[in-house]
């Protein structure tokens, strides 16, 4: 076994759980809205805004790369992601693709366990609902973790990690934009209703009809943040 297996204390353990933390907090501020869309991201702003070393901020920084919340400037620079139409339409193509398959996948091979996940995780999204009025929003770390735990419920059937580990990307990379869709919703019960009819076709293990729905489901944070003929 390596010695960095063997000892949590070695040097690249610590390195890598640094470049972590330094991931989950700027990845925090983007998504709350304290790093703007297009800010430019100082590296020695960074190291005093977490108190993390430069090296493993830009190892942060990359990982968040990969996953579209933040780009390169050149000469190692980093400024947050836009948002933009084409920036949603994009995430939503996507989404949409890696999504009705992996329902399909889901469909097709859940169990009873699966199925139980899916009403378990409507219910928990509900009883929060119902406990808050409607102050539920995107960005209370409760509601945040229930809505997204969900719809993770619907695909846990799938039987393919990849497939789940960029439904998770992706549906994080739309959070910014969910934030101002979620305005359209005035009650709770609207919000519910939506999930719920949409777990009833899935459970109910109509293919074709949950592919639809889902796909709709998923358009509808472009059609209610950029309505037709809106600009960026």
């Given at each position: 076994m390596p010695a960095s297996e063997r000892d949590p204390s070695h040097p690249a353990i610590e390195a890598a759980t640094l470049s972590e933390r330094a991931a989950t907090l700027v990845e925090h501020d983007i998504l709350a809205g304290l790093l703007a869309p297009g800010s430019r991201l100082g590296i020695v702003d960074l190291v005093q805004r977490y108190e993390i070393g430069a090296t493993p901020l830009r190892e942060g920084l990359s990982r968040l790369m990969s996953r579209g919340l933040i780009v390169g400037t050149g000469q190692r620079g980093?400024?947050?992601?836009?948002?933009?139409?084409?920036?949603?339409?994009?995430?939503?193509?996507?989404?949409?693709?890696?999504?009705?398959?992996?329902?399909?996948?889901?469909?097709?091979?859940?169990?009873?366990?699966?199925?139980?996940?899916?009403?378990?995780?409507?219910?928990?999204?509900?009883?929060?609902?119902?406990?808050?009025?409607?102050?539920?929003?995107?960005?209370?770390?409760?509601?945040?973790?229930?809505?997204?735990?969900?719809?993770?419920?619907?695909?846990a059937g799938c039987g393919s990690k990849r497939l789940l580990a960029a439904h998770s990307d992706l549906y994080d990379q739309a959070?910014?934009?969910?934030?101002?869709?979620?305005?359209?919703?005035?009650?709770?019960?609207?919000?519910?209703?939506?999930?719920?009819?949409?777990?009833?076709?899935?459970i109910l293990r109509d293919i074709a009809g949950a592919q639809a729905m889902l796909a709709a489901h998923l358009r509808s944070t472009m059609d209610i943040v950029y309505p037709s003929g809106s600009e960026s």
């Open positions: 980093f400024r947050v992601a836009d948002v933009s139409r084409e920036d949603l339409l994009d995430i939503t193509l996507m989404r949409t693709a890696v999504e009705v398959e992996a329902i399909r996948l889901a469909i097709t091979h859940g169990d009873d366990a699966w199925e139980a996940g899916i009403v378990s995780a409507l219910h928990q999204m509900r009883r929060h609902i119902e406990r808050t009025g409607n102050e539920f929003s995107e960005g209370a770390d409760d509601f945040d973790r229930l809505h997204k735990g969900f719809h993770t419920a619907l695909l959070y910014r934009y969910r934030r101002v869709m979620m305005r359209s919703f005035d009650n709770g019960k609207k919000f519910v209703r939506a999930h719920q009819l949409l777990a009833d076709r899935i």
